[in-house]
């Protein structure tokens, strides 16, 4: 029951900017939780990808980046490269449900 | 470095038990951390099933709650997941992963390879 939306698709050219959104509600992520997002490479383990929003754990470039705004969270990748090609997921925690929630995924083109 | 290795059959008849067994390395899970269960099914998106805590409290998906059960067996260093009269349904990559803490609190931080089941006759 993903109560979090997110694009199906997005696509771009190498060296250009693609931003996915994630659209929750009041009772996540416009509730103040926290939003992560998570990078699934072709037939891997999703991988912590941006924490709290806004935060990249270590390792991860700087191409990467995170906002959070009312209901919605959104991941940017600027100067997109053919390794970004992946399924892309952001997760939070939702109050009526008393768990953790994550999104609907997003596969990134790399045209 | 903290490792995490799920392990179980890959293969599950129809109204039978599925049991999965993770086992973390670099850690002891009795010092602390959230560990959870997670699935995937066949081209589709991740669904968190449940954690369970150094304490043994349990805490589930509540769609899910009837038939999983989570548990802990410290002196191996492993946690479990049970699933009860299964389907097709269930038929899913599995993923063990770690609740982060602190600045990550909440984020699955660790993650295994992840096991696929299949539920089939």
């Known amino acids: 029951q993903s109560v979090l939306t997110q694009p199906p698709s997005v696509s771009g050219a190498p060296g250009q900017r693609v931003v996915i959104s994630c659209t929750g509600s009041s009772s996540n992520i416009g509730s103040g939780y926290d939003v992560h997002w998570y990078q699934q490479l072709p037939g891997t383990a999703p991988k912590l990808l941006m924490f709290?929003?806004?935060n990249r754990p270590s390792g991860v470039p700087d191409r990467f980046s995170g906002s959070k705004s009312g209901t919605s969270a959104s991941l940017a990748i600027t100067g997109l490269q053919a390794e970004d090609e992946a399924d892309y997921y952001c997760q939070s925690y939702d109050s009526s449900l008393t768990g953790y929630v994550f999104g609907t995924g997003t596969k990134v083109a790399v045209l | 470095q903290v490792q995490l290795q799920e392990s179980g059959p890959g293969l599950v008849k129809p109204s039978g038990t599925l049991s999965l067994t993770c086992s973390v390395s670099?850690?002891?899970?009795?010092?602390?951390?959230?560990w959870a269960w997670i699935r995937q099914p066949p081209g589709k998106g991740l669904e968190w099933i449940g954690m369970i805590l150094q304490n043994g409290n349990t805490f589930y998906n509540a769609p899910l709650k009837s038939r999983f059960t989570i548990s802990m067996d410290t002196s191996k260093n492993q946690f479990s997941l049970n699933v009860n009269s299964v389907t097709a349904t269930d038929t899913a990559v599995y993923y063990c992963?770690?609740?982060?803490?602190?600045?990550?609190?909440?984020?699955?931080?660790?993650w295994g390879q992840g096991t696929t089941v299949t539920v089939s006759s």
């Open positions: 709290g929003s806004s």
């Open positions: 670099g850690y002891s899970i009795s010092r602390g951390y959230y």
């Open positions: 992963a770690r609740v982060g803490d602190g600045p990550q609190w909440g984020a699955f931080d660790m």
